[in-house]
């Protein structure tokens, strides 16, 4: 088996696509999934780019991918690498392309100089957990992700 990790392009966007709707189905999730490929293509490889992905290649075809972007840690005064989707197919999995995408995350986070590469995995997926401790990953059990969107997003915009 040939296993390779490359940059997405536009031509990849169809399978950007589907595997945002195959992870969302995974973490049960499918029916807040809004983007289309237009909205992909506009945001991942428009005038501004706000995130980049990596698709995991087996033998020539795509099983997997990585869509990350920057963000910034004050006290390190360094930017860092957050993690926002790493989805492998289920036929795939096993095969070495999750840790691959990892890999050359932490290797693009080391090329630029970043302090960290971080994500959030949901609590019931132990799976992903186990995963993650095997790297080395540690949890951040003393923070919680807080979120506005939707109609919360918008009050708080206008007041």
């Not at 696509?17 to 983007?35: C, D, M, P, Q």
């Amino acid at each position: 088996m040939s296993l390779a990790i490359r940059a997405a392009t536009r031509a990849d966007l169809p399978i950007i696509h589907g595997f945002i709707l195959a992870l969302a189905e995974y973490e049960k999730l499918a029916h807040e999934v809004r983007t289309d490929v237009a909205l992909l293509e506009r945001n991942l490889f428009g005038q501004h780019a706000y995130a980049e992905v990596l698709i995991a290649e087996l033998d020539g075809g795509p099983v997997g991918f990585a869509l990350f972007f920057h963000n910034f840690s004050t006290f390190e005064g360094k930017p860092g690498i957050y993690l926002e989707d790493l989805f492998v197919a289920p036929e795939a999995r096993g095969a070495g392309a999750g840790r691959a995408l990892l890999a050359r995350l932490a290797a693009i986070a080391i090329e630029r100089e970043c302090a960290r590469l971080e994500w959030s995995v949901l609590d019931w997926n132990e799976p992903a957990i186990g995963f993650y401790r095997a790297l080395g990953a540690k949890p951040m059990d003393e923070w919680t992700v807080q979120r506005l969107d939707g109609d919360a997003l918008r009050a708080l915009a206008a007041a």
